[in-house]
T-cell receptor, first 116, second 114 residues
């Protein structure tokens, strides 16, 4: 079946502009995560959605970052007034809630954001 | 709280050498443990997992054993190949109520030289 998809694959934007990144999780997956991976760095957790529960936003680096998940499926990560330090690969992952804790995450290919 | 600590890289080995990448964790409850791999230019993919203490996950010649007593999940391979060059991430999934939340280590880059 289809995996996690993300769009766009690449985004170049000017400093100060807003950007929207989209994630389509695997159908039926209730959990959705956003991560940021800067060049040569590990995964930085941003936000976590699980079903209809309030999202865990503890990883968002500033109030310029926000995310929503409509209808429990597609998610959009929005970065307002982009800064050069926002340049990174933004990864989305989803997982299925089977037995609690056992489900692996499936990652999308990522969106490479470059802020000039 | 929950967290994962893995050895810093890069790790550079010659082909056919033995590999160990250390991973330790702290967790409340009974987490599942994972190793993910990111090959150059590709996305993250699951390498192996273990869901309870003393379980051994294995795939592509890699192994890791879930050690509750030492809170560790070290990745090992007996004979590495150039094609194993990648970044390896240790992760845990901790049940919170009925949900699972993932925590990743910072990644360890492996370079294998011919």
């Amino acid at each position: 079946g289809a995996g996690v998809s993300q769009s766009p694959s690449n985004k170049v934007t000017e400093k100060g502009k807003d950007v929207e990144l989209r994630c389509d999780p695997i159908s039926g997956h209730t959990a959705l995560y956003w991560y940021r991976q800067s060049l040569g760095q590990g995964l930085e957790f941003l936000i976590y959605f699980q079903g209809n529960s309030a999202p865990d936003k503890s990883g968002l680096p500033s109030d310029r970052f926000s995310a929503e998940r409509t209808g429990g499926s597609v998610s959009t990560l929005t970065i307002q007034r982009t800064q050069q330090e926002d340049s990174a690969v933004y990864l989305c992952a989803s997982s299925h809630r089977r037995l609690a804790g056992e489900s692996e995450q499936y990652f999308g290919p990522g969106t490479r954001l470059t802020v000039t | 709280g929950n967290s994962v600590t893995q050895m810093e890289g890069p790790v550079t080995l010659s082909e056919e050498a033995f590999l160990t990448i250390n991973c330790t964790y702290t967790a409340t409850g009974y987490p599942s443990l994972f190793w993910y791999v990111q090959y150059p230019g590709e996305g993250l993919q699951l390498l192996l997992k273990a869901t309870k203490a003393d379980d051994k996950g294995s795939n592509k010649g890699f192994e890791a054993t879930y050690r509750k007593e030492t809170t560790s999940f070290h990745l090992e391979k007996g004979s590495v190949q150039v094609s194993d060059s990648a970044v390896y991430f240790c992760a845990l999934s901790a049940p919170i109520y009925n949900f699972n939340k993932f925590y990743f280590g910072s990644g360890t880059k492996l370079n294998v030289k011919p």
